[in-house]
Structures are given as C-alpha cells and as structure tokens.
C-alpha cells in the first residue's frame, strides 16, 4: 500500500559525542539504548484500523515515535520503518455496518484521510506500509506453519461447531506474559475488553488468541488450506514485521493500550517461529484524553487532526501541542495546549527570521541530548524557548544561527518553521 509523502530531513553539523538513544522498554521496565551501533535501525509502529482517523490519541502516537526515527537519522543510522494498517477486523467491519457503508470504502477513505493528516505533521512516512488485506498471503502461510508444528489448533466449540475457528496456543511460547508482566488473572479482563474472548468454550487456554476466524455469513473472507475465512488481529502484525524487518528488529511500538494484548501476542507468535526475540525493545506512548477519559472510538470524545486543520490550525501548532508533552505520559488535550503552541511557533517563527541571533551549537546539542534522553521533547522545546526569548530579547551577531535552529527544530522535531 501506498504510504504518504516526506519532507526531505534537513542535514545538522555535528556537536561532538552523539549519545545513544535511550528509550524506556516495556519489557525490560526500564530506560534501554535503542537502535543498532550503525547501519539500519529496524522499527514497526502498529498503524491505525481505518476508521476515526486520525484523533489526536492516533497522531500522539506517530509523532512520538517519528522524534526516534528523526534522533536515529540525526545520528547517522538509516532507518528501515515498518508499518501496517489494520484494514479488516471486527471493528472496522462493525463500524461500516452501523455507518451502512462498504467496510472497504470506509477503509480506502479512512486510509487517504490518515495519509493526509500525517504528512501535514510532518510524521515521516514508513518504507513499507503494508494492509492486512494485501498482506493476506503472508499470513496464510505464516499460520499453515504454525498449523504443521503444532502451534496452531482448532477450536472445537459445541455452541458453535460449524467454525472451529483457529487459535495460537500461547503456551508453546514460556516468554508468554514477560512483556507485559501480567498475571493471567490479570491479563484475562484485559484480553476480553480488548478484542479477546477467553471464555470461549473448547480453547486450550482462555488466553489463546484467534488467528483464523472462518467465514460467517455477511464477513469478508479469503481462501485458505484451513477455510475461508479472515485473519486475527496480532498475526498480522507479527507476519508483516517478520516479512519487512526479519527477526529480533529493535523496536516494536505503540500506544500502551497495545502492550497486551497486541504486542504480547504478535511477539509470542513471532519468537515461536524464528526461534529469536520479536524485537529487542518494546516501546509505549501514553493515552491522550479528552474531557477525563481517554480519547477513544468506543467513547467517540474525539479530536480530529482534520477538522483542526480545517478551522484553520496550522498542522505545526498541533504538532508542538503534542511534542509539549513526554510521549510516554498520559495527558488530557485542552485548547489551551493549541493556544500555546500556536504562541512557542510564532516566537520561534520570529526568532528563526533574525537576520542574526546568539549562536545555538550549545541549543542544537541540547536538544540532542533531550531526545536521546527517551526522546523527551519537552527538555528539547524548552531549549529552543530559550534560544528565542534570548535572541529576541537581544541583539546575537551569529548570522548562521537563525538558519540552525530552522534546520534542527525540523530535522529533530519535526517542526517547520
Ligand atoms: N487516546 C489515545 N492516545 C494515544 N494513542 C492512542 C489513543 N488511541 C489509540 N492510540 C494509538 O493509536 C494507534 C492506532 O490505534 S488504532 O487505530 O486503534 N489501531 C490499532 O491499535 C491497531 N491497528 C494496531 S495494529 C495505536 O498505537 C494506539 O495505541
Ligand atoms: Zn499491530
């Protein structure tokens, strides 16, 4: 599938020793370096299922981590990112029907709305951006070899014996749960608020995920060796990352609604196949709400980058909105956090249109050093807050330094002034 648009990430001299990256990992519950010592950084962020796109929650996600993409370019990596679109499950085909819409339409227009939304955020776009639906085939095969070892079985269930729908037996994975460090009484609530259903009758274990659902009448559904029918919903994510990335890539990310039961059971059946780790570090941003509750589809107290910009909010006072705030925290979105924004662009609009300011290799180093600090962009803002106010306030004879600061709050935030 298609992706979207990227503008070309400006050049930074270099302001001595890089830091690695650091970011916190779920799994190991603390700060991890991040990214290989050279080469190409492998990361897979878990993209939107097509409807509702693209709330603020969505675009806090894909900003956050567009800041690693951008510190792993900035550091001299190449960086091979992944990500997929859930473009057929239970809810996008349920919100097609209440909408009495086609649930490919629905996707299609969905899909080009996000495109949209995450070039006007500057979000560079992955390498590959890959459907469920295109990826059908991969995944096909990836669950009949799962089948043939024994992985995957048949779900004999007396209320519904016609679709003995397939299901991975999470036991055959002893990692099962060391990513979220839920307990199974824990886990179990969770797994069924989440698209899981761990009261069917005939599964092995209550928290086997589904990876096959076998045709009902009035679903879409494909051929296959075992039945026509559709994929789940954590296989495709775990066929697409070991297709485009390979095994044990370095970062699988997304909000922290995913951490279980998504990214726990696309790393299981992942590491079962290749036999190595799913990906070397798991990372989560925080939950952006609205109103006390967090912004959601099932609650429908959404904000939509669209309609933002159509009422006239420049694309980059939404971005700074979102980079004021650590990725990994969870914040409630006000319209005062646009109204400050939309002031932080118009001073550093001002700042960077000095014919000269104060220098800013000490601005430019310290916004390295914040991000590579598990990327926190609001250590990184205040620097450049600091680096305006001052040459406002001031006169700076460093004619190049306005130009810097352009190219860093670009290159490094994504911010273009
Ligand atoms: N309120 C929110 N705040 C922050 N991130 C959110 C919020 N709501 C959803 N997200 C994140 O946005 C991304 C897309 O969410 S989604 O549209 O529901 N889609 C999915 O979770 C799956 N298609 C992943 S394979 C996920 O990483 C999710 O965690
Ligand atoms: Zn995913």
Redesign the pocket.
Same mark, same amino acid.
Not at 46 to 49: E, M, S
Not at 285 to 289: C, E, K, P
């Given at each position: 599938m298609q992706a979207w648009r990227s503008r070309t990430v400006p050049d930074l001299p270099a302001t001595g020793e890089q830091p690695r990256v650091r970011a916190y990992d779920s799994k190991a519950q603390g700060l991890a370096e991040v990214g290989p010592d050279g080469g190409t950084a492998r990361m897979y962020v *878990?993209?939107? +299922?097509p409807y509702d796109a693209t709330h603020l929650?969505?675009a @806090? +996600?894909y900003v956050g981590f567009d800041l690693l993409n951008r510190v792993w370019r900035d550091s001299g990596l190449l960086v091979n990112y992944v990500q @997929?679109v +859930?473009d057929v499950d239970d809810p996008l085909i349920e919100r097609a029907d209440r909408d009495g819409v086609d649930w490919r339409e629905l996707a299609e227009e969905q899909i080009a709305l996000f495109r949209e939304d995450m070039e006007a955020l500057n979000v560079l776009a992955p390498a590959s951006y890959v459907g469920a639906v295109e990826a059908i085939p991969m995944i096909v095969e990836l669950i009949e070899r799962h089948r043939r070892e024994g992985l995957v079985y048949a779900v004999e269930d007396p209320t519904d014996p016609e679709h003995p729908d397939l299901y991975f037996a999470q036991a055959s994975d002893p990692t099962f749960l060391s990513l979220s460090h839920l307990s199974p009484e824990e886990a179990r609530p969770v797994f069924a608020e989440r698209g899981g259903d761990p009261d069917r009758p005939g599964k092995r274990d209550p928290l086997d995920a589904l990876v096959w659902r076998l045709e009902r009448p009035g679903e879409p559904a494909w051929d296959s060796p075992f039945g026509r029918g559709r994929p789940g919903w954590h296989v495709e *994510?775990t066929a697409i990352a070991l297709d485009r990335l390979g095994a044990a890539f370095d970062v699988q990310a997304?909000?922290s609604?995913?951490v279980f039961p998504?990214h726990e059971m696309s790393a299981v059946e992942g590491q079962v196949t290749t036999g190595e780790v799913f990906a070397r570090a798991y990372l989560h941003?925080?939950?952006?709400?609205l109103d006390g509750e967090?912004?959601?589809k099932s609650r429908g107290n959404l904000v939509f980058v669209s309609a933002l910009r159509r009422s006239g909010v420049d694309p980059m006072a939404i971005r700074l909105a979102l980079l004021a705030h650590h990725y990994r925290s969870d914040w409630m979105y006000s319209d005062a956090d646009l109204a400050a924004a939309a002031e932080r662009l118009a001073t550093w609009r001002e700042a960077v249109r000095l014919d000269s300011a104060l220098n800013a290799e000490a601005t430019l180093a310290e916004v390295r050093a914040a991000l590579a600090d598990d990327l926190d962009a609001p250590r990184a803002l205040a620097a450049v807050d600091a680096w305006a106010g001052a040459s406002l306030a001031m006169d700076g004879d460093d004619t190049e330094a306005p130009g810097l600061v352009a190219r860093l709050a670009d290159g490094l935030l994504g911010v273009v002034l």
């Open positions: *878990c993209g939107i +299922t929650g969505h @806090n +996600t @997929n +859930t *994510c997304g909000g609604d995913l998504h941003s925080g939950m952006v709400g967090k912004m959601s």
